[in-house]
């Protein structure tokens, strides 16, 4: 792909029309190291806040201050609005305010090394999604490892992805964008969370099936990747439902297709990749929660039971609903579900990351 990147206060697109070193993870760890020193970023509290009404917890441990959940991607995403979905009723469920923090940068390898340097004293909690099975193939020199640097604390929800495209885009169906792609390669521009990235990995699957390549523009997090493709600054993108179904609904973006097997309750209308020509571009991005490894056992265990409260709760459900998604089923909100995921899902990933050279 050749990639841009945006300019952060203008969201213009400024290109620089070169494929972007992929291997910079020295400098990301470095970088991470030094954020873990400062602590968490700036952060906001989730929608809603617990009391000090908690009611005491699974593992017998009992939080007395505010929670952080960073979030790896910029304000306004997916990733982001997911966790600020279920960080009232976990804080709720532990008796104390759980804060979003969202420290962005290198396709979410940034928050995870930060975290995993963080005290593993359960208040410092990570939200990271399908980039942490990604990652140690694109960054060999990630200062952290997916799997031994974190505990995972349980799955959160899968959601699938849409390909959707600006109004002012001339393509208006799946076989039209296909067209219009090969018939410019390399120059039309598609919008992406960065390398490693969910949107990143779905560019990587249409390139590879249409045969053509894209213009990748980076963004710090698909929240303002999807304000760039609302004023058609950018031409078209591919992201999770839960962040496209509403602008999809209202009619300001075009959707070509959703990339699971069926189509989804939510958006009936939009076909699937394989209904639209498109069968290989099918993927499910998987969200999970991570502390750091050396978090002793009943800290983790009373995280984990606050997730199962907050995926039980049905305001959460119906919220998710509307979205196009679910919470994961009870069983695949634990620790041992989440790492069979993860470890499933590197190896899934790491052939075709290889194959695309990225
Ligand atoms: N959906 C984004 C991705 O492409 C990340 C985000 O902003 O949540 O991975």
């Given at each position: 792909m050749h990639r841009e990147e945006t300019n952060p206060s203008t969201h213009a697109v400024r290109s620089v029309r070169q494929r972007a070193p992929v291997r910079l993870s020295a400098a990301i760890a470095a970088a991470a190291l030094a954020l873990a020193a400062c602590?968490?970023?700036?952060?906001?509290?989730?929608?809603?806040?617990?009391?000090?009404?908690?009611?005491?917890?699974?593992?017998?441990?009992?939080?007395?201050?505010?929670?952080?959940i960073v979030v790896p991607f910029a304000?306004?995403?997916?990733?982001?609005?997911?966790?600020?979905?279920?960080?009232?009723?976990?804080?709720?469920?532990?008796?104390?305010?759980i804060v979003v923090s969202n420290v962005v940068g290198a396709g979410g390898t940034t928050a995870a090394g930060q975290v995993a340097a963080a005290p593993a004293?359960?208040?410092?909690v990570l939200m990271h999604h399908i980039g942490m099975s990604t990652a140690p193939t694109l960054y060999p020199d990630l200062g952290f490892d997916p799997l031994t640097s974190f505990k995972t604390l349980g799955l959160v929800t899968e959601v699938p992805m849409t390909i959707v495209g600006g109004s002012e885009f001339a393509p208006n169906t799946l076989q039209e964008l296909v067209a219009h792609v090969k018939a410019n390669p390399g120059t039309v521009n598609y919008a992406?969370?960065?390398?490693?990235?969910?949107?990143?990995?779905?560019?990587?699957?249409?390139?590879?099936?249409?045969?053509?390549?894209?213009?990748?523009?980076?963004?710090?997090?698909?929240?303002?990747?999807?304000?760039?493709?609302?004023?058609?600054?950018?031409?078209f993108?591919?992201?999770?439902?839960?962040?496209?179904?509403?602008?999809?609904?209202?009619?300001?973006?075009?959707?070509?297709?959703?990339?699971?097997?069926?189509?989804?309750?939510?958006?009936?209308?939009?076909?699937?990749?394989?209904?639209?020509?498109?069968?290989?571009v099918k993927v499910q991005v998987w969200?999970?929660?991570?502390?750091?490894?050396?978090?002793p056992d009943n800290v983790a265990q009373a995280l984990t039971a606050a997730l199962q409260t907050a995926l039980a709760d049905a305001t959460v459900a119906a919220e998710f609903a509307k979205l196009?998604?679910?919470?994961?089923?009870?069983?695949?909100?634990?620790?041992?579900?989440?790492?069979?995921?993860?470890?499933?899902?590197?190896?899934?990933?790491?052939?075709?990351?290889?194959?695309?050279?990225?």
């Open positions: 602590g968490p970023g700036t952060g906001s509290p989730g929608p809603a806040s617990g009391g000090p009404a908690g009611t005491g917890t699974a593992g017998g441990w009992q939080p007395t201050g505010p929670i952080t304000a306004g995403g997916p990733t982001d609005t997911v966790t600020r979905q279920i960080a009232g009723p976990m804080g709720t469920a532990l008796g104390q305010q004293d359960g208040y410092t992406n969370a960065g390398v490693g990235a969910a949107s990143h990995l779905c560019g990587l699957l249409i390139e590879q099936a249409i045969g053509a390549e894209l213009n990748e523009v980076e963004f710090e997090g698909t929240g303002p990747a999807m304000d760039d493709l609302l004023g058609n600054q950018v031409d993108m591919c992201d999770q439902t839960t962040n496209t179904a509403t602008h999809i609904t209202a009619g300001t973006i075009k959707a070509y297709g959703i990339t699971s097997a069926e189509r989804n309750d939510a958006l009936p209308a939009v076909p699937t990749t394989a209904e639209g020509g498109l069968a290989d969200h999970g929660l991570y502390v750091p490894s050396a978090t196009g998604t679910a919470p994961v089923a009870a069983d695949q909100a634990t620790p041992a579900a989440h790492t069979a995921k993860l470890q499933a899902e590197i190896e899934v990933w790491r052939p075709l990351l290889e194959a695309a050279e990225e």
